[in-house]
């Protein structure tokens, strides 16, 4: 799954690191939450969201928008970040596209996000399945709008233009993390192949997105140079947030980021021309996410804030 594993079921008594006062959260609340919340256990949907217990959930359905995840919970591969299973999945369900579209207009969602396990094993990729998602959650749901955090289908580009003939509002493909750590992280994956994903998004004519994850032994170097490398390749936006390790299986937080140092990234992403960063410790690759389908709006924002703090 291409989603930053939002709460650690590590305990901090067995971490080396204790999370520091700016990761704790709020549970969530509100009208529309518990309006959400509702429709969730009513219909048994299934959300990024709610099983991953997003600390942002409350938020996110306070706002209107859901993360969704499609292809199954098993995935062909074994990041070193990631909490999802690694196995042999389940056939795929030529159902599903009609099922998530009918979710989220049962939830009344104004934007939605939906995501995958990587389905190496599919002569298509999954690709297939993605298209027909996208095309049904549309036609169903003509006002919501829609972001796609992909896989990167082994580079294969007849399946991207699969994304791309589908027409979401964003397609998201995250690099997770630097050029030096993928091979660790990322362990089949492959950060050009990544950032020639993107670039093909770009050149379809996609608004392009990307996440980038700190805390795993990066250096700040090389976090520029990685906003540098999303900004050649033609991304318009990027998350960066903080990564939490998701069990004592999985690659431990080398340090917890303090928020003045993603507030130092954030400057420098828009200073090399990103149209719009999102960075602090909660961010995920969905935070915000309905703004991110506004050109301009981030870089806008930032702008303001700036003046405000001149005057």
């Given at each position: 799954m291409h989603e930053l594993p939002v709460v650690s079921a590590v305990k901090e008594s067995e971490s080396k690191i204790k999370k520091p006062?700016?990761?704790?959260?709020?549970?969530?609340?509100?009208?529309?939450?518990?309006?959400?919340?509702?429709?969730?256990?009513?219909?048994?949907?299934?959300?990024i969201c709610e099983s991953g217990n997003c600390p942002n959930m409350g938020e996110c359905w306070g706002a209107g928008t859901a993360t969704f995840m499609i292809l199954?919970?098993?995935?062909?591969?074994?990041?070193?970040?990631?909490?999802?299973?690694t196995g042999r999945p389940e056939p795929v369900d030529w159902d599903e596209p009609q099922r998530v579209a009918e979710a989220i207009y049962l939830m009344k969602v104004k934007h939605a996000v939906i995501t995958s396990v990587d389905r190496d094993e599919l002569k298509d990729g999954g690709s297939t399945i993605w298209h027909n998602t996208i095309?049904?959650?549309?036609?169903?749901?003509?006002?919501?709008?829609?972001?796609?955090?992909?896989?990167?289908?082994?580079?294969?580009?007849d399946q991207i233009q699969a994304i791309i003939d589908a027409a979401p509002e964003v397609v998201s493909h995250n690099i997770e993390t630097v050029e030096r750590l993928t091979k660790r992280v990322r362990i089949q994956a492959k950060y050009w192949r990544s950032m020639e994903v993107l670039?093909?998004?770009?050149?379809?004519?996609?608004?392009v997105k990307s996440g980038i994850m700190l805390g795993l032994g990066e250096k700040k170097e090389e976090v520029i140079r990685t906003l540098e490398d999303l900004r050649d390749n033609g991304v318009d936006v990027v998350t960066i947030g903080q990564y939490l390790q998701p069990t004592k299986k999985h690659l431990p937080v080398d340090r917890f980021v303090h928020p003045d140092e993603?507030?130092?990234?954030?400057e420098a992403g828009y200073n090399l021309g990103i149209d719009y960063v999102e960075s602090g410790p909660l961010v995920r690759s969905s935070y915000h996410s309905e703004k991110h389908v506004i050109p301009g709006y981030g870089k806008?924002?930032?702008?303001?804030?700036?003046?405000?703090?001149?005057?």
């Open positions: 006062s700016w990761l704790r959260v709020k549970l969530p609340t509100g009208e529309n939450y518990k309006h959400v919340r509702g429709l969730v256990d009513t219909h048994k949907l299934h959300t199954g919970n098993v995935c062909t591969r074994s990041c070193g970040f990631c909490a999802v299973a095309k049904a959650v549309k036609l169903l749901n003509p006002d919501t709008t829609l972001e796609t955090l992909i896989p990167d289908f082994k580079g294969y580009k670039r093909t998004l770009k050149e379809g004519g996609m608004r993603f507030a130092e990234y954030r806008a924002a930032w702008e303001q804030e700036k003046l405000n703090m001149v005057l």
